[in-house]
């Protein structure tokens, strides 16, 4: 089992930039895949980006392509969420979710076992 605990989220204005991070902590690390969610009042939860176990497959959905970064440090136990260019419409609730390691071309939600507590970013016109 892990526990996940985020930080880094806050308040941005457009156009600016905020770094999630993620810091796991029970079992080893390295074990799992790790994804960042999102959601928005009244919306789905999505999933934004994630990393598979070694941090060499990388996914982001479309709407976040090109502005937000995903990375892992094993050996710290952490994995982040670089956002810029952020727009109001990233506002959100972000998770952080881990599962173990799995084929990467399947990314369900229903597979991530583990997740934290969530880290408001709220982003200003």
């Known amino acids: 089992q892990v526990q996940l605990v985020e930080s880094g989220g806050g308040l941005a204005q457009a156009g600016g930039s905020l770094r999630l991070s993620c810091a796991a902590s029970g079992r080893t690390f390295s074990v799992y895949d790790m994804g960042w969610f999102r959601q928005a009042p009244g919306k789905k939860r999505e999933l934004v980006s994630a990393?598979?176990?070694?941090?060499?497959?990388?996914y982001y959905t479309d709407s976040v392509k090109g502005r937000f970064t995903i990375s892992r440090d094993n050996t710290k136990n952490t994995v982040y969420l670089q956002m810029n260019s952020l727009k109001p419409e990233d506002t959100a609730v972000y998770y952080c979710?881990?599962?173990?390691?799995?084929?990467?071309?399947?990314?369900?939600?229903?597979?991530?076992?583990?997740w934290g507590q969530g880290t408001q970013v709220t982003v200003s016109s």
């Open positions: 979710a881990a599962r173990p390691r799995k084929s990467f071309n399947d990314l369900a939600t229903s597979d991530f076992a583990y």
């Open positions: 990393t598979n176990w070694s941090g060499l497959s990388t």
